[in-house]
């Protein structure tokens, strides 16, 4: 669920919505959600200073938390 919400975020968000790729590492509290876009795209999803996936991080923690979970995201360059 959670994996699904970040990957149509930055799908909406980006100018080669196919190079997306967002992994998901399990653990019992806490899930760790991996976020990979094409280079050229890297800067609309971390957005200016930081804006956009500060914003992406409070709606997956949001989610999380109804979730009883946490999550977090982490944008690989």
């Known amino acids: 669920m959670l994996k699904d919400l970040i990957e149509y975020i930055a799908k909406s968000l980006v100018d080669n919505p196919d190079a ?6 399990e653990g019992e509290q ?3 959600i991996e976020l990979k876009v094409a280079k050229e795209d890297l800067g609309k999803v971390i957005g200016k200073q930081g804006r956009t996936a500060r914003a992406m991080r409070t709606i997956l923690s949001a989610a999380s938390t ?7 995201l982490e944008i690989i360059e």
């Open 20 to 25: 997306v790729k967002v992994s998901e590492i």
């Open 30 to 32: 806490t899930s760790v």
């Open 66 to 72: 109804k979730a009883n979970k946490r999550a977090v």
